[in-house]
C-alpha cells in the first residue's frame, strides 16, 4: 500500500475515538501487551517518562522533550491527537516519523491486527514503541491518551511519571467526580518511580494521588508546593518569568522566556521544573541554561502548535486547543485581559462534551460565529446556535472554521480581537495554523 492507502487502512480498520467517541474507547491493556510483545517489547528498550492529566500535558510533555533535546539527548515524543498530519503523533528530535516506516510497520502487523482488533490508539502507541527503538533515541517522552490506570500508554516502566492537572473530561469514562478521576491518572503512578504533580488542587485530588504515591513508595512531589513561577511581562512574543523556590525564597532562574505564553503555562513551567530537578537528581545532564534555551524555542523544536497561538494582528486572532471547563476558563479570561475593541468568537465544538457548562463561560457582550469541526463527532453549527441562544450568545453559522474566521476577520476593527476554538478539532482545521 502508498502512504495515503495505509493511513486509510488504519482509519477504516480500526475504531477511531476521534471520529466516534465512546464506541472507540477499549479501556485495559492486554491487547497493547500483546502487540508489544510481538514486536520485542521495544518500550522497555529505552528510559520513558510518561505524562498524565486532563489540561497541560501536551504543553508539558512538548517542554519536556525540548528540554532533554537541548541537554544532547536524541528524543522520542508520543502525543495524540494530531492537528493536521497523522505523523504528529510520533517525532523524534521533532522530526515526525516517515511514511515509508509507518507503510511497512502496518504491513508486517496486518496479521496481529486481524487477530487481535486493536483499536486505532493502540495501533499508534505500538508503532511509536516501535519506531523509537528502530530510531535509537535515548529517552521518549509519552503523553497518556485518556485517564492513566487503562490507556494503552501505561504498558511502561518510566524514569518519572508526571501528572498536570485534573479537572472534568471524560466523565463517562473516568468517573463523576475528581477523587474518582484522579485516581485513574493516580493509575500511572509505578513502583518505586518518582511523581511530579503540577500543583496541588485540593485535598480530594491531593489525598488520592498521595495515597497512590505511598501505596507505590513513589517519591511525590507537588511541584505548586516548591515552586512558584511568576508572570513578568511579554516582550518580543515571548512570556518572561521568574521561578521561585518556596522554601527559601530564592530566585532560580530570572525572566526565563517561554515561547508559550497562555497564562496556564505557569502551572505547567512549575511542573517541569520541577521534573527537571528529579531527572538531574537521578543522573541526567541538564543544566539551566538548556532549560532556558529549551522554553524559548518549544514550538520550533518539538512542533507544537494551536497552544494560544496568535494567527495575526489587527486584529488579533488567537486560537487554543482548550476543549472542556478547566481549560476554556483560563483561556477566555486571558483573552478578555487583550481586547481594547469588540471581542469576536470563532467557536466550535465536539457533540459528546458539557456544551451547556462551556457556554456558560462565555461573554453575551460579544460577536459569535457558530461553526462545526470536519470530524464524525461534530456538534452541528446550527445547534449549537439554538444551545448559545439559550445562554444569551448570538451568532451566525457557518460550514466550517475557516469561512467563519474569515467573515469575523472582515467585521473587525483593527482594535478587536478573535477567539477561535472550543475544540482541538476546529483548531486543526484552520487552514493558516
Known amino acids: 500500500m502508498t502512504y495515503q492507502e495505509t493511513i486509510g487502512y488504519l482509519y477504516d480498520r480500526l475504531p477511531v475515538f476521534q471520529n466516534i467517541g465512546a464506541r472507540a474507547f477499549k479501556p485495559g491493556l492486554h491487547t497493547t501487551r500483546e502487540l508489544c510483545k510481538s514486536l520485542g517489547d521495544p518500550q522497555d528498550k529505552y528510559p520513558t517518562i510518561h505524562v498524565a492529566g ?23 515524543l508520543y502525543t495524540s491527537p494530531h492537528l493536521k498530519d497523522f505523523r504528529e503523533r510520533i517525532r523524534v528530535n521533532g522530526a515526525c516519523v516517515p511514511e515509508e516506516f509507518i507503510i511497512e510497520f502496518v504491513a508486517d502487523q496486518k496479521s496481529n491486527i486481524d487477530r487481535l482488533s486493536p483499536s486505532f490508539f493502540e495501533v499508534t502507541v505500538a508503532m511509536a514503541f516501535s519506531y523509537f527503538e528502530r530510531a535509537n533515541v ?40 475528581l477523587g474518582k478521576i484522579a485516581g485513574e491518572k493516580a493509575g500511572i503512578i509505578k513502583n518505586g518511580v518518582p511523581v511530579v504533580v503540577s500543583e496541588y488542587q485540593n485535598a480530594e485530588i491531593g489525598d488520592v494521588i498521595t495515597a497512590a504515591a505511598k501505596t507505590s513508595n513513589a517519591p511525590l512531589t507537588f511541584a505548586s508546593n516548591a515552586f512558584e513561577v511568576k508572570f513578568g511581562k511579554l516582550a518580543a512574543g515571548k512570556m518572561l518569568v521568574d521561578v521561585i523556590e518556596k522554601v527559601s525564597g530564592a530566585t532560580v532562574s530570572k525572566d526565563l522566556a517561554a515561547d508559550l505564553t497562555g497564562s496556564y503555562q ?24 538548556s532549560v ?20 495575526r494582528q489587527n486584529p488579533d486572532v488567537y486560537c487554543d486547543t482548550a476543549h472542556n471547563t478547566a481549560g476554556l476558563t483560563i483561556t477566555l479570561a486571558q483573552f478578555d485581559t487583550l481586547c481594547e475593541g469588540r471581542k469576536r468568537f470563532v467557536i466550535g465544538f465536539v457533540g459528546d462534551k458539557d456544551i451547556s457548562t462551556m457556554l456558560s463561560l462565555f461573554p453575551r457582550d460579544a460577536e459569535y460565529y457558530f461553526c462545526e469541526p470536519s470530524n464524525m463527532r461534530a456538534l452541528k453549527a446550527e445547534e449549537l446556535r439554538s444551545r448559545a441562544l439559550e445562554h444569551g450568545l448570538a451568532g451566525k453559522t457557518f460550514g466550517n472554521v475557516n469561512e467563519a474566521l474569515e467573515e469575523a476577520v472582515r467585521d473587525s476593527a483593527s482594535t478587536d480581537a478573535i477567539y477561535v476554538g472550543g475544540s482541538t478539532f476546529v483548531v486543526a482545521d484552520i487552514e493558516s495554523l
Open 292 to 311: 532556558k534555551r529549551a522554553l524559548q524555542s518549544v514550538s520550533a523544536i518539538t512542533g507544537l502548535k494551536g497552544r494560544w497561538q496568535q494567527l
Open 54 to 76: 486532563t489540561n497541560g500535558k501536551g504543553s508539558t510533555s512538548h517542554m519536556l522533550a525540548a528540554i532533554l533535546q537541548e541537554s544532547g539527548y536524541r528524543v522520542g
Open 266 to 289: 505557569l502551572k505547567n513551567i512549575a511542573g517541569v521544573w520541577a521534573a527537571k530537578e528529579v531527572l538531574v537528581k537521578k543522573g541526567w545532564k541538564i543544566t539551566d541554561d
Open 138 to 177: 535515548d529517552v521518549a517522552v509519552i503523553e497518556v491518551g485518556m485517564g492513566g490506570r487503562l490507556d494503552s500508554t501505561n504498558v511502561i516502566t518510566p524514569e518519572l511519571s508526571v501528572i498536570t492537572n485534573i479537572s472534568f473530561d471524560h466523565m463517562q469514562f473516568l468517573g463523576d467526580t
